[in-house]
Every structure is written in structure tokens, then in C-alpha cells.
């Protein structure tokens, strides 16, 4: 079973940053594609960003040129950097793995708020 766990999540003010991390067990990392996604309080999870196993990325529109997405297989390792943030991107993050099955982390929350 693939295990994922996020961590970097908090409270910041708008106009700050945060770098989420998501560590995932197993051997098979670099095949995976990765993705985070995030759960606001009475709406849908969205896809926010996401990388292929060869590096290849995605954005969701209202998160473009503020965030980034990247990868170190070496680590197991999947990276959310989060910059310019805006109250409208509070929400739980969720990290997902996919290859052929979907596996989910746990999420971690963000909140910008003054």
C-alpha cells in the first residue's frame, strides 16, 4: 500500500508563502504522475497543479504564476511552492499519487488570513 504524507501546511498572511511537501513510501515514485489538489469548506476538491513521472506540469488557471510544482525522485518527494497567496486559497491540500489507482495523503490545512 503507498503511503502518502503531506506536511507544510499553516496559517500565513496574504501575500506570503508557503512550500508544501509530500513524501511518499514505496519504490515506484518516479513512475508516478503526482498532483495536489484542495478542499475548501462547502465546495469540491479541485486539481491545483500536477507533474507526469517525466516532469511535465499543469496548473489550475487561479493559481497560475503563483505557484510551483515540482518533483525529486531521489526524496520520494513531491513539492507545492506557494507564493502570493490570497485568502480565496484557503483550503485542506491534498497530495495524489496516480498510476493506473489513485492514492491520497491525509491533506494538510492553509489558511491566509490577516
Known amino acids: 500500500q503507498v503511503q502518502l504524507v503531506e506536511s507544510g501546511g499553516g496559517l500565513v498572511q496574504p501575500g506570503g508563502s508557503l512550500r508544501l511537501s509530500c513524501a511518499v513510501s514505496?519504490?515506484?515514485?518516479?513512475?508516478?504522475?503526482m498532483g495536489w489538489y484542495r478542499q475548501a469548506p462547502g465546495k469540491q476538491r479541485e486539481m491545483v497543479a500536477g507533474i507526469t513521472s517525466g516532469g511535465i506540469t499543469n496548473y489550475a488557471d487561479s493559481v497560475k504564476g503563483r505557484f510551483t510544482i515540482s518533483r525529486d525522485n531521489a526524496k520520494n518527494t513531491v513539492y507545492l511552492q506557494m507564493n502570493s497567496l490570497k485568502p480565496e486559497d484557503t483550503a485542506v491540500y491534498y497530495c495524489n499519487a496516480n498510476l493506473l489507482v489513485n492514492f491520497w495523503g491525509q491533506g494538510t490545512q492553509v489558511t491566509v488570513s490577516s
Open positions: 514505496g519504490r515506484a515514485f518516479s513512475m508516478y504522475a
